[in-house]
């Protein structure tokens, strides 16, 4: 069973920053694209941020210029640091692996941004 380890989650004032990070078996870091999803309840899983392994990045509109996503090799880590973080940033962060039609997801990281 592939495990990925979300940490970095926390409550955190308007305005301010958190790091969050996903490690994941090396086999999986090495060959698959790494990102993060958000869930907040009663809506849709949504793509914040990804990495492929070739470092091809994509962003959600909503976290430009404001959150950061990148791999840290060594540590067969992805990294998302998230600044100037808004209410509406509050949610589970998932961190997620993909490959083609397979898939692996973390338990997730509450984020709360307080207004």
């Known amino acids: 069973q592939v495990q990925l380890v979300e940490s970095g989650g926390g409550l955190v004032q308007a305005g301010g920053s958190l790091r969050l990070s996903c490690v994941a078996p090396?086999?999986?870091?090495?060959?698959?694209?790494m990102g993060w999803f958000r869930q907040v309840p009663g809506k849709q899983r949504e793509l914040v941020a990804q990495?492929?392994?070739?470092?091809?990045?994509n962003y959600a509109d909503s976290v430009k210029e404001r959150f950061t996503i990148s791999r840290a090799n060594a540590k067969n880590t992805v990294i998302l640091e998230m600044n100037s973080l808004k209410p509406e940033d509050t949610g589970v962060y998932l961190c997620?692996?993909?490959?083609?039609?397979?898939?692996?997801w973390g338990q997730g990281t509450q984020v709360t941004v307080s207004s």
């Open positions: 997620h692996a993909s490959r083609g039609v397979v898939d692996f």
């Open positions: 090396e086999t999986i870091f090495s060959n698959y694209a």
């Open positions: 990495i492929t392994v070739g470092g091809t990045i």
